[in-house]
């Protein structure tokens, strides 16, 4: 059965049917060349109870392969992500080369969104900056959401907290580990979020993880890396580059505990250590003004958005071994 080919369980089906629904033109396109897979994924998906709510759908495409017609300005093929779509059971290429209709072959899989870091010293502009980048992406229409590290607001986090407000004291050791399971902790939820196609936009990283530990005294700089690989890495890292001095010009400098010139121009060559060599890394000049700071942040930040979009960028992986 083709449809046990493509398909290989009902909720890949529910996936798919879902998919087309939102993307009408790719469904016309199939239903222009008329595959045989295409009225037997029909007549299962119209007897699947979990399905019953998209009978407009199946009923719409039914008229389409009717009249054998596509509505008109539809393109005969509509690709949108260049890999194929991966079942239970098998590629729907093998389908469409076993029927024979191999010629145009779309996509199912979604595009997933954008993952982009802020990085810089204290200071320099990073929260400001994401905020109003994810404001500039929901004015194009896309979905973007703001998260930063730490994120205090877990078990972890309030840990981290009370030891960044002076509260508490730990081995250097000790908070670097718990700064990196704070990024693992939020790593199920990120994940799930760009593959729905959710553009994040970070405040901090894994790379202030290693720049302010690797600053302390007696702390390695490969080894503080360690903990941390395996992360899924940033497709851009914006690095808004400002000295220390500068930085400490800037309101409430100095509240917390790394907010101190030495601390923070060891950290700035840690970064710039970082970045050697690694193309995903652009540097911003973060003491200009405000406006044209986001101007140059908001361009590396559209510019990633849409070669992720296009090219069907994989999610790489943080220092791999």
């Known amino acids: 059965m083709y449809c046990s080919r493509l398909c290989g369980d009902r909720q890949t089906l529910a996936r798919i049917l879902a998919w087309t629904w939102r993307n009408v033109a790719v469904l016309s396109s199939l239903c222009a060349f008329r595959p045989p897979v295409l009225h037997h994924l029909l007549e299962s998906c119209s007897t699947t109870t979990q399905l019953r709510a998209h009978s407009s759908l199946i009923s719409f495409a039914s008229a389409l392969l009717d009249t054998g017609n596509r509505p008109v300005g539809h393109p005969p093929f509509i690709t949108v992500n260049r890999r194929p779509f991966m079942t239970a059971g098998g590629s729907i290429e093998k389908a469409y080369t076993e029927s024979g209709d191999a010629s145009s072959l779309p996509s199912f899989s979604k595009p ?29 229409g896309r979905a973007a959401e703001a998260i930063r590290f730490p994120d205090r607001t877990t078990t972890i986090g309030q840990m981290i907290n009370a030891y960044l407000a002076n509260a508490t004291d730990l081995d250097d050791r000790v908070i670097h580990l718990l700064f990196s399971a704070n990024r693992w902790e939020a790593m199920a939820s990120l994940r799930s979020k760009l593959a729905a196609g959710m553009t994040l936009v970070c405040d901090r990283y894994a790379y202030s993880g290693v720049a302010f ?39 409430r400098y100095g509240e917390e505990r790394y907010e101190n010139q030495g601390m923070q121009g060891r950290v700035r060559e840690n970064f710039q250590k970082l970045m050697e060599g690694d193309s995903i890394w652009h540097v911003v000049d973060a003491g200009v003004s405000l406006e044209d700071v986001s101007e140059r942040v908001d361009k590396v930040v559209m510019a990633t958005a849409k070669r992720v979009e296009e090219e069907g960028l994989q999610l790489g992986t943080l220092w791999p071994a």
């Open 112 to 140: 997933r969104g954008a993952f982009i870091v802020l990085e810089g010293v204290d200071r320099c502009g990073k929260t400001t900056q994401v905020a109003r980048v994810v404001k500039a992406l929901h004015a194009q």
């Open 213 to 251: 530990s690797a600053a302390k005294d007696g702390m390695d700089f490969d080894w503080c890396k360690q903990c941390d690989r395996g992360l899924p890495q940033p497709d851009a890292v914006i690095y808004l580059d400002i000295s220390a001095e500068a930085a400490a010009k800037r309101g």
